[in-house]
């Protein structure tokens, strides 16, 4: 799991990533680009991260991958990140297609529901939470 401030290098960390796993011999490399898409005059989204969470839920996945074979890298943006660039990138490294494909979509869309990292549209320099596109993680709040 990697984390920056801004938006993602995304040819330098897939590319360091393939680097990493060359000697492995998986057969099948997933990636996953995430982009800060304009609309709603948004002029970037900026993120804040729970690392101790985000790190034992990626641990989670570390081992859920590994009984598989597989291998999942994640990185993520903190701060602000501008439209047409990117805050995630994804990847599994897989012996086997099928568990590669399998495993990218489980683990993204688990990402979205259940990473602790809070999101913001940034209008006018002014950071505005995000609460019709976040999801409650379980266990938070009062009442959680």
């Not at 101790?52 to 990626?58: A, E, M, S, V, Y």
Request: aromatic share 12%.
């Amino acid at each position: 799991m990697e984390l920056y401030h801004g938006p993602l290098d995304v040819k330098e960390i897939f590319g360091r990533w393939l680097d990493e796993e060359a000697a492995s011999n998986y057969g099948a490399y997933i990636p996953f680009v995430g982009t800060i898409r304009a609309e709603e005059g948004i002029e970037a989204l900026s993120f804040d991260i729970y690392e101790p969470i985000l790190q034992k839920w990626f641990d989670a996945w570390q081992e859920k991958a590994a009984a598989l074979g597989a291998v999942v890298k994640m990185a993520h943006s903190i701060g602000d990140v501008p439209v047409h660039t990117s805050s995630y990138i994804s990847a599994v490294f897989s012996p086997k297609r099928r568990v590669a494909l399998e495993l990218i979509d489980e683990f993204v869309e688990d990402f979205k529901a259940n990473a602790p990292i809070w999101k913001y549209d940034v209008k006018n320099g002014q950071r505005i939470y995000a609460a019709d596109r976040s999801t409650p993680m379980d266990g938070a709040g009062l009442l959680g």
